[in-house]
T-cell receptor
Framework: GENVEQHPSTLSVQEGDSAVIKCTYS??????FPWYKQELGKRPQLIID?????GEKKDQRIAVTLNKTAKHFSLHITETQPEDSAVYFC??????????FGQGTRLTINP | DTGVSQDPRHKITKRGQNVTFRCDPI?????LYWYRQTLGQGPEFLTY????????KSRLLSDRFSAERPKGSFSTLEIQHTEQGDSAMYLC??????????????FGPGTRLTVL
C-alpha cells in the first residue's frame, strides 16, 4: 500500500522568511496530493492540493510542487507570518480512495 | 454551520466500557471516512462508506470496532470493551462522489477519547 514520508518533523523560521516541507510517496498510482494545516486541538484544514497532471500550483503565499518521476511533492510558504505556526500534514490518495498522511511537520514562526 | 460535525467532542471512559461516536457529514456528500489520530502523528485511515455501503476497512479496525451508516447520511463508530490503547482523536471526513472529480475530504472537529 501507499506510504508517505514527510520531512522535517520540526521547522523553525524567522517571520518573513520562507518555509519548505517535503514529502515522498511510494505508490505511483497516487494522483491527488493535499496539504492540511492543523492547529492545536483543531481539525485538519485543507490549505492547498495538487493533482498528478499538474506540476505546480500556487495560492497567494502558498505553493505546492509535484515531481511524479521522483514521487515527491513539496509545500512552500513565503513571507511567513506568526499565524502560519501549526502542524502541517501532507497526504496522498490513489485508487484506494483513502488519504495516507505523512508524519507531520511542526512549523514555528519566530517573530 | 454546514461543515462536518461530530458528537461528542470529548469522551472519557473506563477500560472495558463501550463507546459510540457520531458523525454528520456535509449535506450531499455521499462518501464518509473515519480516521484515528494519536498525539504527534498524522491521521490513520479506519474505514469509509459510499452512501450506506462500507467499502473498505483498515486492519487497524479490530473486531471491537464497528461502523455504520444506515441511511447514507450520518455515521456511528462504536468501540466495544475499550482499551487504553484506544485513546486517540477520532476524526470523520466527507467528500462528494469521485464522479464529480472532487477529491477534497473535509474533516470534522473530532472526538477525543480517553480510556482510563
Amino acid at each position: 500500500g501507499e506510504n508517505v514520508e514527510q520531512h522535517p518533523s520540526t521547522l523553525s523560521v524567522q517571520e518573513g522568511d520562507s518555509a519548505v516541507i517535503k514529502c515522498t510517496y511510494s505508490d505511483s498510482a497516487s494522483n491527488y496530493f493535499p496539504w492540511y494545516k492543523q492547529e492545536l486541538g483543531k481539525r485538519p484544514q485543507l490549505i492547498i492540493d495538487i493533482r498528478s497532471n499538474v506540476g505546480e500550483k500556487k495560492d497567494q503565499r502558498i505553493a505546492v510542487t509535484l515531481n511524479k518521476t521522483a514521487k515527491h511533492f513539496s509545500l512552500h510558504i513565503t513571507e511567513t507570518q506568526p499565524e502560519d505556526s501549526a502542524v502541517y500534514f501532507c497526504a496522498a490518495i490513489g485508487g484506494a480512495q483513502k488519504l495516507v498522511f505523512g508524519q507531520g511537520t511542526r512549523l514555528t514562526i519566530n517573530p | 454551520d454546514t461543515g462536518v460535525s461530530q458528537d461528542p467532542r470529548h469522551k472519557i471512559t473506563k477500560r472495558g466500557q463501550n463507546v459510540t461516536f457520531r458523525c454528520d457529514p456535509i449535506s450531499e456528500h455521499n462518501r464518509l471516512y473515519w480516521y484515528r489520530q494519536t498525539l504527534g502523528q498524522g491521521p490513520e485511515f479506519l474505514t469509509y462508506f459510499q452512501n450506506e455501503a462500507q467499502l473498505e476497512k483498515s486492519r487497524l479496525l479490530s473486531d471491537r470496532f464497528s461502523a455504520e451508516r444506515p441511511k447514507g447520511s450520518f455515521s456511528t463508530l462504536e468501540i466495544q470493551h475499550t482499551e487504553q490503547g484506544d485513546s486517540a482523536m477520532y476524526l470523520c471526513a466527507s467528500r462528494r462522489n469521485r464522479d464529480l472529480k472532487t477529491d477534497t475530504q473535509y474533516f470534522g472537529p473530532g472526538t477525543r477519547l480517553t480510556v482510563l
